[in-house]
Nanobody, 123 residues
């Protein structure tokens, strides 16, 4: 499974971006999918995850109420809608396919990772 994350860019504080994560090769339609981010000089942190059918989602406290994760199983794509962006959201965002079908918050629960897409929020 190869994952491709896209949609990053430069945006002003308060703006919005939508990240996409798609897979090539084997589908991840039966797996949980998560988003993580890593800011310069910081460790990778959990952002959000979604179960295989979209019925369950989870968010970190720092993005809850501002970010929304969703998936289109037909298109084999997971989205992360990011609203009310803050400078502290600046990071490289990675999507990953979980080993299981449920939501997961720990990085070691994920087997396949995308290459990352950079998000920069200016103040």
């Amino acid at each position: 499974v190869q994952l491709q994350a896209s949609g990053g860019g430069l945006v002003q504080a308060g703006g919005s971006l939508r990240l996409s994560c798609s897979s090539s090769g084997r589908t991840f339609s039966n797996n949980g999918v998560g988003w993580f981010r890593q800011a310069p000089g910081k460790e990778r942190e959990f952002v959000s995850s979604i179960s295989w059918n979209g019925g369950s989602t989870s968010y970190s406290d720092s993005v809850k109420g501002r970010f929304t994760i969703s998936r289109d199983r037909v298109k084999n794509t997971v989205y992360l809608q990011m609203n009310s962006l803050k400078p502290e959201d600046t990071a490289v965002y990675y999507c990953a396919s979980a080993r299981s079908s449920t939501t997961q918050v720990i990085a070691s629960s994920y087997r396949y990772w995308g290459q990352g897409t950079e998000v920069t929020v200016s103040s």
